[in-house]
């Protein structure tokens, strides 16, 4: 079912490039050679249309105890709110942004039963050098699985991490901005 999704950062959201590119881990050698690709500094973070050589936020995953989906950037409706930095290996995203994604019902149950729960788990940023081809970067809340795994399981037992906390609005009409 299709739903609107308005999320908006607490405070400004920071994650760290986990090391991985197109699910591939890169050996420490090459790492600043492929950061150099995309560390640019303030950048538009969606794009509706996959742009060639624009560095642009692809995707992101929410998380909560049950379920996990993504948003991509063809679900963004309006991101003016929104902004989104890397420097170095460190993205920092901050605002709202409204999304509209298809849910199944007792996934929208769920959402509304965890929402002060409900979380970004992970970012990828992209640089599409063709339109099969994406280059994606996943940035993590740590950069260590092990790391951001343990916070996760915190995060989805009640444990309150306020540099975390995104407020989620859900509606089944467009949310005003």
Known sequence: MPIYLKLTTAESLMFTWNGFWNDEKVKEKDRSKLLSKIAIGKMQPFYKELEIDKVMIGQFTIITPKYSFKI???????SENFSSTLDKNVLTINGALLAKVSLKEDAI???QENIKIAHISQVSVWRPISHS???FYTFTKTGVWKTDLKIEQEILSGKHYPERSIVIEISKTKIKM
């Open 133 to 135: 081809q994406k280059n």
């Open 109 to 111: 149950e769920h959402l």
């Open 72 to 78: 991509n950037h063809l679900n963004i409706i309006h």
